[in-house]
């Protein structure tokens, strides 16, 4: 189980901002682990809506192996691929095991009936993220981390070589955020899978990502007319990415670096200190 994703020259926009993403272009190998940073606005989550074919570019290409995304329909996307979205709250009153056993419709039989297979993979998937306690609970019940954790679960018992996350971890306890990161990197090493995730904590990103996609976002220049220039980012390991002047410029924020337990370790830096 393995897909790798390539993206070239990659750009989108929205309404009165025309190119949130520009010129965007970047590979994530099979089987391996990419992280994306960046501040807010800088086009994060639009360009996994892109990856995930919920949003078509604008101009270039994402190709999953040698397969334009837009050549999938949405069933063949989702044999390939899981998506984790942020946190929201959910609308009917399903249970956790219910939720997760979502993820095996496409492989129910023309009885549409779920299989022991099925019911195994859903139990193994609660167990892995802390929430097998909860099965029988309703999902609305559940607080916000809980529910998180519960999507997680549904997005591995999917069973796809690609894992797309979007800040899954915002929401959980400092035990959960590492449980939930281990259990991502076993996912990688052991199944093969490949996993793009959005984060805000660059510390877990040095720590567990392969890769780290720092996005800066585009710019204009300073007449109304303008164009947008191609978005400001970097592609490469933790230690080529994750430098203090580069994450100041991006972040507009003084940033502390420090080793802590034999690991570098990033810290903003307020006006007090």
Do not use: W
Not at 120 to 129: F, G
Not at 203 to 217: Q, S, T
Request: glycine residues 10%.
């Amino acid at each position: 189980m393995s897909l790798g994703v390539t993206v070239d020259r990659l750009s989108f926009g929205y309404g009165k901002d025309p190119c949130v993403l520009k010129d965007v272009t970047f590979s994530v190998p099979a089987g391996s682990f990419l992280g994306i940073v960046g501040p807010n606005g800088a086009g994060k989550t639009t360009l996994l809506k892109l990856l995930c074919g919920e949003l078509k570019a604008q101009s270039g290409t994402i190709m999953l192996d040698d397969t334009p995304i837009g050549a999938l329909t949405v069933d063949q996307r989702a044999r390939r691929m899981a998506v984790v979205r942020q946190l929201s709250t959910p609308a009917f009153g399903y249970t956790v095991a219910e939720t997760v056993m979502m993820a095996r419709t496409l492989y129910l039989g023309s009885g549409g009936f779920e299989s022991g297979e099925d019911r195994s993979l859903v139990r193994a998937a609660l167990r892995a993220t802390d929430t097998e306690n909860l099965a029988n609970r309703a999902l609305v019940s559940l607080s916000g981390g809980e529910r998180q954790r519960v999507y997680i679960a549904r997005a591995l018992a999917q069973q796809t070589a690609l894992l797309l996350l979007d800040e899954p971890t915002s929401s959980l306890d400092l035990r959960h955020q590492v449980s939930i990161h281990e259990l991502l990197k076993t996912a990688q090493k052991e199944r093969q899978r490949t996993i793009i995730t959005i984060t805000h904590d660059i510390n877990m990103a040095a720590r567990y990502c392969d890769a780290i996609l720092l996005l800066g976002g585009s710019t204009r220049g300073q007449g109304p007319h303008d164009r947008r220039q191609p978005s400001v980012y970097f592609m490469g390991t933790p230690d080529q990415v994750l430098q203090e002047e580069r994450l100041e410029q991006v972040f507009g924020i003084k940033i502390g670096c420090g080793i802590v337990a034999g690991r570098r370790v990033f810290a903003p830096l307020g006006d007090r200190q």
